[in-house]
């Protein structure tokens, strides 16, 4: 039950004032500006252009900002900003194989085509605190050489041409859309693929690990991770053919898994997908383990009843802006509702008190 | 010329302008010297675009997320058209675009091509071919240690 009351707005005013005050923090330090966000904790914006589902860097950081780096709050300014602006279409499937790679690895394959490349990694870093960092200091540059050309075969795209690799439905031209209309089950796979893109980093991260552990495990190999840039394309009504939007950066990771066979059909292997904004590798691969473990009715295999193979339990709890919000009105004035629980626990008290005297009488 | 090459020159322009640096845009506009009189046909707009993807990057497609782009529609006051889209929320980026867009439709294709698109062009290749050097010197080269007998 809510009832309206008036008097908080004077505290509140002051309290949004103080947090001003606070998010400035010690004004002998110098001010950071969102071009600073963007450029040095450009992970950060990733991730909060990922979870936030819009591809703008300079928001996101500017959302880092206004949040004090509170990476969930940060996600739910985006969001909400996001609601405020008309779409005015949709891209072309964006064509990974088109990608400049910044990155591109496999663990299955040591001599793909194309090459190992690492990438700006922390990879094979050795995790201590780099003590340089706190002094300032130019960057040194890093090492150049002859740009590869030509694009960058997909993995499993030679696996396919041996009928190794299960082959993937086409599906229809226009996919469902969690933002406009109400998630419901069963969700066929381009609506879980969206919500985990979007979903919070830590709990899609944490399904993926609870099938290594054992709970519906797939066992993965890494068949390819890539991360780098490639253009989005629309097609324009007033032109009436397609431009080159912009460009993006994305992580992509694809899964190869244990394979199926059956009667008709010769052993595959089976696969996962991670596709996500920006460079952001871990949630990419636990996408592509948490897609495989969801596709256990669609590949025959048996539900073990493991969290990660539940798609309802997964879609349901891996937005982390419905989480919070659902989590964070406890913390609201609940007045009318606790006082009536309160009347009730001292009645059942005074009745239950009244019972043992009566006994205790007796 | 063909309306396929006229499309087609008119997709690189518009593609090139899309993903221009603001700044750097606005910068080659003002030393190009033109501020062409026109009517704004649609104001310079912010909106998002759904980006897709496929599953298994060759499967269906679903929906990745949106990404901000601005738009703008001016009419020149010879009746050309011009169509901007701009990646990002840079209204003014919108309108020179649009202009451009316009101006080359209207006959100056070639003096845009050397003042402004050309240029734009070459930083954007410049920018990338800069990190492909950078990715390709993180190439493995693997080489052989030792190899186990038996």
Known sequence: ????????????????????????????????????????????????????????????????????????????????????????????????????????????????????????????????IDFA??????APDAPQTTPQTGKTPHITGFLAREDLIQTEPAGTETPRDLTREPLDF????????????RGDEGFVLSMAYSTQRGYGRNHPFVGELR????????????????????EITVTECETVNQFTGSK????????????????????????????????????????VGAPAQDEEFVLSHSDNVQATGFLEHIKLPHYVDFQSELELIRRLRAEAMATRAQEAAE | MSEIDANTDRKARLSTLA??????????????????EHETLRPPEIGTVMVRGRA???????????????????RLSDGAVGHGYVQGRDKQAARTAALIDALAEAGEAEALEAAIL????????????ARAARAAATKVEFFTMVRGEG
Request: charged content about 25%; some cysteine.
């Open chain 1, 1 to 128: 039950m809510y009832v309206a009351v008036k008097g908080g707005e004077r505290a509140i005013d002051n309290a949004h004032a103080w947090l001003a005050e606070e998010r400035r923090g010690d004004r002998t330090v110098a001010e950071m500006s969102v071009a600073q966000i963007r450029e040095q904790l450009s992970l950060a914006v990733n991730r909060v252009m990922a979870e936030g589902s819009l591809y703008d860097p300079d928001l996101a950081a500017l959302a880092i900002k206004q949040a004090r780096g509170d990476m969930i709050e940060a996600v739910f300014l985006i969001r909400a900003y996001r609601t405020t602006l008309p779409r005015f279409g949709a891209s072309e499937p964006i064509d990974t194989g088109a990608m400049t790679c910044d990155r591109r690895i496999s663990a299955t394959f040591k001599d793909a085509p194309g090459g190992q490349i690492l990438g700006p990694t922390f990879d094979y870093t050795h995790r201590l």
């Open chain 1, 133 to 138: 960092l706190a002094a300032e200091g130019d």
């Open chain 1, 186 to 197: 069963p969700a066929d796979r381009p609506l879980k693929l969206q919500a985990l893109t």
């Open chain 1, 227 to 246: 991360v780098g840039q490639l253009p989005v394309e629309m097609e324009i009504p007033e032109l009436g053919f397609a431009i080159e939007l912009g």
């Open chain 1, 264 to 303: 008709t059909e010769p052993p595959q292997f089976t696969r996962g997908y991670g596709l996500v904004f920006g460079h952001t590798e871990r949630k990419a691969i636990s996408m592509a383990l948490v897609d495989r473990a969801m596709r256990w009715q669609e590949l025959g295999e048996d539900n």
């Open chain 2, 19 to 36: 993903q221009a640096p603001g700044a750097r845009l606005a910068a080659l506009w003002q030393a190009f010297g033109r501020t062409p």
């Open chain 2, 56 to 74: 298994g990057a060759v499967g269906a497609p679903f929906n990745l997320g949106e990404m901000s782009v601005t738009r703008c529609s001016i």
């Open chain 2, 118 to 129: 050309r240029p734009l062009r070459d930083e954007a290749a410049a920018k990338r071919t």
